[in-house]
Nanobody, 124 residues
Framework: QVQLVEFGGGLVQPGGSLRLSCAASGFTSDYYEIGWFRQAPGKGREGVSCINSSDGSTYYQDSVKGRFTISRDDAKNTVSLQMNTLKPEDTAVYYC?????????????????WGQGTQVTVSS
């Protein structure tokens, strides 16, 4: 079974930074996508960013472009999300997710495997 584990969340002040990581294991496909999603209280789960683990191509939600960076470390089977210039509206539980695909996308319904989530709180 595919397993995903997120870590790195915490409490930061507005303008601060956090780095989230997702450790992945158990993939049998030659290619797959890893996505980061977030869910704020009372809101649905929304896509943040994703990366193709085969060619490294990336995609970002408009609201995080220029602030967040997704990257992969193939040697460690890890995908990270560097979050800079954090805003209170970034507060949410962040999840990593995976699907077998060759195309980038942030449709929650298309992702098959999910981590347990890690809390990110941006507050002064």
């Amino acid at each position: 079974q595919v397993q995903l584990v997120e870590f790195g969340g915490g409490l930061v002040q507005p303008g601060g930074s956090l780095r989230l990581s997702c450790a992945a294991s158990g993939f049998t496909s030659d290619y797959y996508e890893i996505g980061w999603f977030r869910q704020a209280p009372g809101k649905g789960r929304e896509g943040v960013s994703c990366i193709n683990s085969s060619d490294g191509s990336t995609y970002y939600q408009d609201s995080v472009k220029g602030r967040f960076t997704i990257s992969r470390d193939d040697a460690k089977n890890t995908v990270s999300l560097q979050m800079n210039t954090l805003k209170p509206e970034d507060t949410a539980v962040y999840y990593c997710a995976a699907r077998a695909s060759s195309r980038l996308g942030l449709d929650v319904r298309e992702y098959d495997y999910w981590g347990q989530g890690t809390q990110v709180t941006v507050s002064s």
